[in-house]
Antibody, heavy 117, light 110 residues
Framework: EVQLVESGGGLVQPGGSLRLSCVASGFPFSPYSMNWVRQAPGKGLEWLSYIRTSSSMIYYADSVKGRFTISRDDAKNSVFLQMNSLRAEDTAVYYC??????????WGQGNLVTVSS | QSALTQPPSASGSPGQSVTISCTGTSSDIGGYNFVSWYQQHPGKVPKLLIY???KRPSGVPDRFSASKSGNTASLTVSGLQAEDEADYYC??????????FGGGTKLTVL
């Protein structure tokens, strides 16, 4: 069974940093591209970042470019999202998502990040 | 990177069909066959319904179908059932190396 388990969320002050982690299991991790997608409370889905196999290509949404960094460690079946200069509008549930041909086929349960003083 | 445009709401009676549109531009929906659709029930994780415009993952009922014409993609839910009441989101690859979601459509089964 495919499982994606996120961790690292929580409460952080504006301007602060957090690092989200996602550990994958139940499938061979290295051949798959991975993404981070978030959903603000009561709002829609927002794609944030994509990382291809072997980190060969990385994309970011304009809203997080320059502040967030995606990375992966295939030896640990893990993908990460380093989030810096956090703002109140970054408050959301953050999902780790596997993609196949740009379709998001498996989602983690989500990890809440709250940016507030 | 503007979001794709979806109607905020749609509705239909049990057994009927309903179609949800998703409008983009020639730089996203119109330019690539990487449109996908997701269903999200309240408090739940989104579920992939359609990928690559028309393909259904295993386990998704064939009541869910999709298409694309020009810059607009569409999801049709046939034989509406109560459990189809949920939020639906479209997504497309964009030529600016990004992926865009639509704003979401709340489907109500009357």
């Amino acid at each position: 069974e495919v499982q994606l388990v996120e961790s690292g969320g929580g409460l952080v002050q504006p301007g602060g940093s957090l690092r989200l982690s996602c550990v994958a299991s139940g499938f061979p991790f290295s051949p798959y591209s991975m993404n981070w997608v978030r959903q603000a409370p009561g709002k829609g889905l927002e794609w944030l970042s994509y990382i291809r196999t072997s980190s060969s290509m990385i994309y970011y949404a304009d809203s997080v470019k320059g502040r967030f960094t995606i990375s992966r460690d295939d030896a640990k079946n893990s993908v990460f999202l380093q989030m810096n200069s956090l703002r109140a509008e970054d408050t959301a549930v953050y999902y780790c998502v596997r993609s196949v041909q740009y379709g998001f086929d498996h989602w983690g349960q989500g990890n809440l990040v709250t940016v507030s003083s | 990177q503007s979001a794709l445009t979806q109607p905020p709401s749609a509705s239909g009676s049990p057994g009927q069909s309903v179609t949800i549109s998703c409008t983009g531009t020639s730089s996203d929906i119109g330019g690539y066959n990487f449109v996908s659709w997701y269903q999200q029930h309240p408090g739940k994780v989104p579920k992939l319904l359609i990928y690559e415009v028309t393909k259904r993952p295993s386990g998704v009922p064939d009541r869910f179908s999709a298409s694309k014409s020009g810059n607009t993609a569409s999801l049709t839910v046939s034989g509406l059932q109560a459990e189809d009441e949920a939020d639906y989101y479209c997504n497309s690859y964009s030529g600016s190396n990004s992926l865009l979601f639509g704003g979401g459509t709340k489907l109500t089964v009357l």
